[in-house]
């Protein structure tokens, strides 16, 4: 009795059902793009050459779909704030803006992309909650009101370790529950190292033809559920 997988009996039936998933999926986008009135698709590298020893990196739009299941996921709220780091084009701060939150931000450090975002959020068909792109650099953002934090591999080693720090003072300014997600979590050895946080969920990549998860996702909470808080002043 033949165990193998069919994939590996059937190499070519592999390929063809991948490219088929692969061609739905850009159509599925398209649609989407179509319907919601804005234009996000596309790949931008600012500083072409070997893009894995850069701290902020090039900009590729994550699927609808993978985005939609991660956002129902969150259960978003009037309470959230979503934070969208290196939001390139704004298609993850769009798509958050469908939900019934506090405020969606979008930020990026590349003028083109920040004119972009803000086109298509000015454009978009159908917005649920107010949001704004703020241009500057991750490392250096107030993290003081977040709840939910997205970030599409935006970042280098040393600048989300910068990021995370910048948080752990924002937190300590405004204690309160949050939640990060990571996709493409290529440097989750810094989250790891960072003793206030820990994780909660991971969903492994997959290829299928309705349920593609392109890109894994990692998602991260304060530790125990506990909340940051600043010190007590020492008695005089």
Not at 14 to 30: G, Q
Request: proline share 6%; aromatic share 10%.
């Amino acid at each position: 009795m033949n165990t193998l997988p069919t994939s590996a009996r059937f190499p070519a039936l592999k390929t063809a059902a991948s490219r088929l998933a692969h061609n739905t999926l850009r159509v599925e986008n398209a649609l989407y793009e179509h319907r919601l009135g804005i234009s996000t698709h596309g790949l931008f590298n600012w500083s072409p050459g070997d893009w894995s020893s850069q701290e902020h990196l090039f900009y590729y739009a994550t699927s609808y779909r993978q985005i939609f299941r991660i956002l129902d996921a969150l259960r978003l709220g009037p309470s959230d704030t979503f934070v969208d780091l290196g939001c390139g084009k704004g298609r993850v701060a769009c798509c958050a803006s469908f939900y019934r939150v506090h405020e969606v931000i979008g930020i990026d450090d590349v003028p083109e992309l920040c004119a972009a975002a803000e086109r298509n959020l000015r454009n978009l068909r159908g917005r649920r909650a107010r949001a704004r792109i703020q241009r500057g650099r991750a490392e250096e953002f107030d993290y003081s009101t977040g709840t939910v934090i997205y970030m599409f591999h935006p970042l280098g080693p040393r600048t989300l370790s910068a990021v995370l720090s910048r948080l752990e003072l924002g937190l300590l300014r405004n204690p309160r529950e949050i939640r990060i997600v990571y996709v493409n979590p290529v440097h989750e050895s810094v989250l790891r190292e960072t003793e206030w946080l820990e994780p909660y969920d991971r969903w492994p990549s997959h290829r299928r033809l309705w349920t593609e998860i392109m890109h894994p996702v990692s998602l991260w909470r304060l530790r125990d559920g506990r909340r940051l808080a600043a010190p007590s002043p020492v008695p005089a």
